[in-house]
């Protein structure tokens, strides 16, 4: 495991969860089809994370959001463009 970056707002949330935490395997369903809803999940100990989207990536980044504010206390929400995300 890495140290959590000191700019974490300047990470895609999803790759800076699978830098911090590799092999996840996530689990893709569709709820819905019309609206189209995904939901994003993995499991890690006895921890559950879940992420719902009209998109598949759109799930799982609110799957990864969740999972980072549980773990390390980063707030991506408490960013002001919430999809503005740089690629490292």
């Known amino acids: 495991m890495k140290k959590f970056p000191e ?9 800076l969860l699978n830098q911090m935490k ?7 369903t569709q709820i819905s089809l019309c609206p189209s809803i995904f ?3 993995f499991k890690t100990g ?6 719902q989207g009209s998109l598949k990536k759109e799930a799982k980044m609110n799957c990864c959001i969740a999972a980072i504010k549980y773990f390390y206390g980063f707030d991506f929400h408490a960013i ?3 999809y503005s995300f740089t690629k490292k």
Request: hydrophobic content about 30%; cysteine-free; charged content about 25%.
């Open 39 to 41: 939901h994003v999940s």
């Open 80 to 82: 002001e463009d919430d």
């Open 7 to 15: 700019d974490p707002e300047n990470w895609n949330p999803i790759q």
């Open 22 to 28: 590799p092999g996840i395997q996530y689990i893709e």
């Open 46 to 51: 006895d921890l559950f994370f879940l992420g």
